[in-house]
């Protein structure tokens, strides 16, 4: 087990002056133990190890200076202030102080010599330092600082001075005891991958040498910052995996005998399968054949046909004499793979049962018993399938639909839901959301992954214009002519202000105007603050063609699919990230007719919206989409990594750091195969103890 010894794993209370109070305000950075403060690194740094004559001073910069003072004098101008000429060979500076005392005023005698520290700013006098750290020098001035001065993240009542010499306390004991902070990136993994040495960086970082690149420094480019982030980025894979062997060593039904019924069901779709769809099949299909949980991300654009591997995933299960349950994240998903599920599965003699949160009393009873006694074969429903009052006799495949923020430890939980019949379910999870793959990799570095790179033969790709609301009455006529011609078209209205009922209220009244505009059409509303029922009643109208339009919020942006709906206006468009533009443009084009999507955007645009509404119109490529969304919003909002635990990482940052992603998994083998007793450790050292926990074997 872990290695870092009492000298640095001991409390922070274990430093001279450090009691109760200040144990507290450390604990809301953060830092816990004396090797937490080790990994407490600067935000930014200060340069006082060198004077700078006043005459290179620019503005805006941090500098120390040295003079002798010309004059001292309180002027008033808007404010009162105390101005202090200061002057070196080089040039003439002013030290202003808006709040000062009279003892203060008297220090600064003409003659005298200061030197001060603060900010350059171009001021009434030229360059100016207001408020500057200073002292009046004697015969003899003291020497300058020998390393930059670290300015660390702070809390209430925890200052710098006082972090920064916790900190060299810190850094003394680990002088004393190297060997008590080990590097787990041994010397041999280190050489190979280029690596300094961990306490060389943390020294680097806490008291960098005036000699360091100050730029390479606060760019996060520093060899040194690298290295601690890509022992972070190390950890997290790490801890992935752990994860993954965890859930593995529990054994799962091995599912190898699905062809007969796979094949009925395949007889019964109106065509066939992609080549790309068969593929992945294989795929998922050698992993459920195993006695090891499968744990599978399918990834696939908007339209790629994934709810049929899904359903011949299930089919294998069902064969084996297991259930398998498929999570949406909505319920209008929900409810739409309930109904295609049902025609499908039904004339093969399956049972399918539907669990959501609204479903109540009896009815709710009555699916948890047949789930539990294992006549619900198929189970559709959205996260509440998951909730601990719900028992599966025998669940052999779990399938979570659209759902790329599904955390690791639902995947865990996912293990107890199998524990009644002592197995642990295969896990399939689908996405939409397709990430360049080194990324994939670190985020579901748990997961093996299939992709579905191919649409189904027969589609024509969308076109996209964008207009701006004031050519509304134009897209109406465009409305009344596809209607007109046995189209269908979609109305979609965007978030106003974070706020459902606004969004709700903003709906019903572009329902209503619409109504009024178009009185020939048959117009239909849906939105999240509907019950479910009526939501579902409005969906299978508009799927079977009795409604002509469908004004909606982004409820409906995750699957549904009706092939006949071939125009979608979308509203306020530069509201919504480009993977959810997409997403809810994938409603249409799902036929053969040339479909359209008008973005209405609410003008002026900024520069960025312009940006990302004319990547809209350029392609339809999921995947470009989404480079160009992780370009203009970064992995955090792309992926939704709350969840994923990659947005809380101290050092590493995603954007920044991208070009180190691809270093991780040689690394983590490499570390795996010499020294795998330094995973749990690293683990640790930037998870936590909860995640060294729950990773442990
Ligand atoms: P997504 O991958 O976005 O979840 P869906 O599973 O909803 O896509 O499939 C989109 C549409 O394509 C559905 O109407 C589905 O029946 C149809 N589809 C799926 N596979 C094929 C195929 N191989 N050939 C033709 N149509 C297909
Ligand atoms: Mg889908």
Known sequence: MSAENKALDAPVSSLKGVGEALTQKLSRLRIDSVADLLFHLPLRYQDRTRITPIGTLRAGHEAVVE???????????????????????????????????????????????????????????????????????????????????????????????????????????????????????????????????????????????????????????????????????????????????????????????????????????????????????????????????????????????????????????????????????????????????????????????????????????????????????????????????????????????????????????????????????????????????????????????????????GRTPVKTVAMPGERRPEVVERIRHACAEGRQAYWVCTLIEESEALECQAAEATRDELVEALPELAVGLVHGRMKPAEKAAVMEAFKAGELDLLVATTVIEVGVDVPNASLMIIENPERLGLSQLHQLRGRVGRGATQSFCVLLYHPPLSAHSKERLAVMRETTDGFRIAEKDLELRGPGEVLGTRQTGLAQMKIADLERDADLLDRIAPLAEALMASHPEASQPLIRRWLGEEAGRYGQV
């Open 67 to 457: 003079g002798e003072v010309v004059a001292a004098e309180v002027v008033s101008g808007r404010r009162r202030s105390l101005l202090v000429r200061l002057r070196d060979g080089s040039g003439l500076l002013s030290l202003r102080f808006f709040h000062f005392s009279p003892a203060q005023q008297q220090q600064f005698q003409p003659g005298s010599r200061v030197r001060g520290f603060g900010e350059a700013r171009a001021g009434a006098t030229g360059l100016e330092i207001y408020h500057p750290e200073y002292r009046l020098l004697k015969a003899d001035a003291p020497p300058v600082e020998d390393h930059l001065t670290p300015i660390y993240p702070a809390t209430e009542g925890l200052h710098q001075t006082r972090l920064r010499a916790l900190i060299e306390q810190a850094l003394a004991r680990l002088d004393d005891a190297p060997e008590a902070l080990p590097d787990w990136i041994t010397p041999d993994l280190r050489s190979r991958f280029r690596l300094p040495e961990l306490h060389r960086c943390l020294h680097a970082l806490h008291q960098p040498p005036p000699e360091i690149d100050p730029e390479q420094l606060a760019s996060g480019h520093h060899p040194a910052t690298r290295r601690l982030a890509l022992e972070e980025l190390l950890a997290h894979r790490l801890s992935l995996q752990t994860v993954r062997l965890r859930i593995q060593e529990d054994g799962a039904p091995a599912l190898a005998s699905g062809r007969g019924l796979q094949a009925r069901f395949l007889t019964q779709l109106p065509f066939s399968l992609t080549a790309a769809q068969r593929r992945v099949l294989d795929e998922i299909g050698a992993d459920l054949a195993r006695e090891v949980p499968m744990l599978r991300l399918v990834q696939g654009d908007v339209g790629s046909g994934k709810t049929v591997v899904a359903a011949m995933s299930a089919l294998a299960a069902i064969s084996g004499g297991c259930q398998a349950a498929m999570m949406a994240p909505t319920e209008i998903l929900a409810e739409q793979h309930y109904r295609a599920f049902k025609a499908w599965f039904t004339p093969l003699g399956i049972d399918v049962a539907w669990l959501a949160g609204k479903l109540k009393g009896k009815a709710r009873l009555d699916t948890k018993a047949a789930i539990q006694d294992g006549r619900a074969q198929m189970v559709v429903g959205t996260h509440a399938l998951f909730q601990d009052d719900v028992h599966f006799q025998r669940l052999g495949l779990a399938v979570v639909d659209e759902q790329h923020r599904f955390g690791v430890h639902q995947r865990l939980a996912l293990r107890e839901k199998g524990e009644a019949g002592g197995l642990t379910p295969h896990q399939l999870v689908m996405t939409a959301t397709p990430i360049p793959r080194t990324l994939a990799m670190s985020a579901y570095a748990d997961l093996d992954v299939s992709v579905i790179d191919e649409l189904p033969p």
